[in-house]
């Protein structure tokens, strides 16, 4: 079991520019997260798939904002035109559905600082 | 609606004593809870959950939990504290009846002092 990875660790990009983020989950789990983490807070969600299929969305989304799953297995984040609001850390987490008591397994985050 | 409350921002204890990290909840039916802790720089580790069953949940590295519906608490409980215990704590709660994305507490930061 190789746990949920996240690439890259860190980024550091210049306000206006695209980012992108992969994670790769747990490989039996269906379930894949993403989330928002800032400074003194707890994880707060942004998008989820079951397989390939992304079912919800947060108001936190913006459109600057996109995810795809496209094989059910990995998974990347895009955010275009960065803002300075943007710097975050990103986690991804994954579970295996088991009649909605699964336990969500959280990668090592990608911290992004927006200049 | 979900929501969870960590009333507290530090929790400071001494290594040896035991230690409690709070949590409440508010969901309209029965929840499901769980801690996570959170080390400098890193992802949160699972912990413990709740989903029914014995009120006392026992989880990784000593840690217990106990759920308390009359209270709406689930506090997590360790006997005796480790200095490497020092992390960030995270409750987390998610309605049964609703989506599967659970909601997260702010925080607890717990210091053991040797």
């Known amino acids: 079991d190789t746990g949920v990875s996240q690439d890259p660790r860190h980024k550091i990009t210049k306000r206006g520019q695209n980012v992108t983020f992969r994670c790769d989950p747990i490989?039996?789990?269906?379930?894949l997260y993403w989330y928002r983490q800032t400074l003194g807070q707890g994880p707060e969600f942004l998008t989820y798939f079951q397989n390939e299929a992304q079912l919800e969305k947060s108001r936190l989304l913006s459109d600057r904002f996109s995810a795809e799953r496209p094989k059910g297995s990995f998974s990347t984040l895009e955010i275009q035109r960065t803002e300075q609001g943007d710097s975050a850390m990103y986690l991804c987490?994954?579970?295996?559905?088991?009649?909605?008591?699964?336990?969500?397994?959280f990668g090592p985050g990608t911290r992004l600082t927006v200049l | 609606a979900q929501s969870v409350a960590q009333p507290e921002d530090q929790v400071n204890v001494a290594e040896g004593n035991p230690l409690t990290v709070k949590c409440t909840y508010s969901v309209s039916g029965n929840p499901y809870l769980f801690w996570y802790v959170q080390y400098p720089n890193r992802g949160l580790q699972f912990l413990l959950k709740?989903?029914?069953?014995?009120?006392l949940v026992k989880g990784s590295y000593g840690f217990e939990a106990e759920f308390n519906k009359s209270q709406t608490s689930f506090h997590l409980k360790k006997p005796s504290a480790l200095v490497s215990d020092s992390a960030l704590y995270f409750c987390?709660?998610?309605?049964?009846?609703?989506?599967?994305?659970?909601?997260f507490g702010r925080g607890t930061s717990l210091i053991v002092h040797p």
């Open positions: 987390a709660v998610r309605d049964p009846g609703g989506s599967y994305i659970p909601t």
């Open positions: 490989s039996e789990h269906n379930r």
């Open positions: 987490a994954s579970s295996l559905g088991q009649m909605g008591a699964d336990t969500q397994y």
């Open positions: 709740y989903i029914t069953g014995d009120n």
